[in-house]
């Protein structure tokens, strides 16, 4: 049927499946369990499946069938978790009252709630990340898995993080970073981006203040370098600096 899509809320490794059968997109409740679990590894190995698949999951943080995410997730690990969630590709599912940090689940069947206080942070992070999902490369540009590797000899923290990019057919450039763990924890990302070498460059982060100039060439040989203190992230844009 022209301009109606068909979502399955299924389990039991029946998504690939359902979506063969026709489904524009299937709940996507096993990532939604692993960001919930704060284990990171598992979180980014379920991101290595192919983009014909990811890109037909209907990503969320609640829905009706499960508790609040402002319950569920403390404050910056809530955060973490959507900015890994809802700026990967696939369909964004977002529930009413999640802007808003609401905490009582409402049954389907009452269609009422209580009157809660506003988390006027939460709903200032959302408005924000909402601004940045409006971006055409998160529409049409294409997504990638990072490699992060030890920054030091014995360091583990680079375990920690999941990075991706997402580049658009003019050159247009997002690199996401998040330390998705409780600690803080430094890794270089490997960066997927041609013709680095012999320019600088400014990172600029478009979920805050933060802008950082870096050379090209040492982004190209080793990657950029992260320390990112607990459940912290960055969203960069990667932008070139006309020489003067």
Not at 83 to 96: D, E, M
Not at 128 to 140: A, C, S, Y
Not at 148 to 157: H, L
Not at 170 to 192: F, I, M, W
Request: glycine fraction near 6%.
């Amino acid at each position: 049927m022209p301009g109606f899509s068909f979502i399955a809320e299924v389990y039991w490794d029946l998504e690939w499946t359902l979506q063969q059968q026709g489904f524009n997109y299937t709940y996507d409740k096993r990532l939604y369990d692993r960001l919930h679990a704060g284990e990171t590894r598992p979180v980014r190995e379920h991101f290595y499946a192919g983009l014909d698949y990811q890109s037909k999951m209907a990503r969320f943080l609640e829905n009706h069938d499960e508790a609040r995410a402002a319950v569920t997730f403390p404050r910056e690990k809530h955060e973490a978790a959507a900015v890994i969630t809802f700026l990967s590709p696939g369909l964004r599912f977002f529930h009413q009252g999640e802007f808003e940090g609401r905490t009582k689940r409402i049954s389907p069947h009452l269609v009422r709630g209580p009157i809660e206080p506003t988390d006027l942070k939460l709903q200032q992070f959302y408005a924000h990340l909402l601004d940045l999902l409006r971006h055409p490369i998160l529409r049409g540009g294409q997504w990638q898995l990072l490699e992060c590797v030890s920054s030091w000899e014995g360091n583990w923290s680079s375990d920690s993080f999941i990075a991706f990019a997402w580049q658009s057919p003019d050159g247009e450039r997002l690199l996401v970073t998040v330390n998705y763990a409780p600690h803080e924890s430094q890794c270089y990302v490997k960066l997927p981006f041609s013709c680095l070498g012999g320019e600088q460059f400014r990172l600029r982060d478009l979920l805050s203040a933060a802008s950082y100039d870096r050379d090209g060439n040492e982004l190209q040989s080793r990657g950029l370098y992260l320390d990112l203190h607990p459940w912290r992230y960055h969203v960069f844009a990667i932008e070139s600096i006309a020489p003067k």
